[in-house]
């Protein structure tokens, strides 16, 4: 398995954790009618600590061998790989982003009676957590198509 296949199983498995964690955190709260804007900001930061840590100390364990794998520049197959899996995603992003963007004309309404304490801050928090979480799980599918193309490959 290569370095950047390698890489890509540990970008995966970790941000499924800790983020699938921190999403469900937030999604509980919002099912909840009850969202703590500074307690989920502490996990947010929370969580990036972890993700940082994790993905260097794993991306580190498994270069041991080879430590001038850690920090290489691609090479030519994975540069291809890559961009084929962003051209994939990043369309993808951008229409969630559209989708969220009209979704929020909606969502305003609901967020008023629904949040009726502070309709203004639990929409925002919402709000950001979407684009957030569109951007994890594009990220997410960028490494899947990658791993997959190093097994269609390999």
């Known amino acids: 398995m290569s370095f950047r296949e390698k890489t890509a ?3 995966v498995v970790t941000t499924l954790v800790v983020w ?25 930061l929370i969580c990036m600590g972890i993700t940082v840590v994790l993905l260097l100390g794993l991306n580190l364990f498994a270069s041991r061998r ?10 030519e197959l994975e540069k291809q790989l890559e961009g084929s899996a962003a ?7 951008e229409w969630a ?11 305003g309404r ?22 957030l979480l569109a951007a994890v799980a594009t990220n997410v599918l960028a490494e899947i198509i990658v791993i997959i193309r190093f097994r269609v490959l390999g």
């Open 110 to 131: 609901e967020f008023a009676a629904g949040f009726p304490d502070d309709p203004v801050g639990s929409f925002a928090i919402v709000m950001a957590n979407a684009l």
């Open 87 to 93: 051209r994939i995603t990043k369309p993808l992003f």
């Open 20 to 44: 699938g964690y921190y999403f469900s955190e937030v999604w509980r709260g919002v099912g909840a009618r009850a969202l703590d804007g500074q307690a989920l900001w502490t996990l947010f």
């Open 9 to 11: 199983w540990i970008a």
């Open 66 to 75: 080879r430590l001038k794998d850690f920090g290489a520049g691609p090479d």
């Open 97 to 107: 982003v559209l989708g969220i963007s009209a979704a929020a004309l909606l969502w």
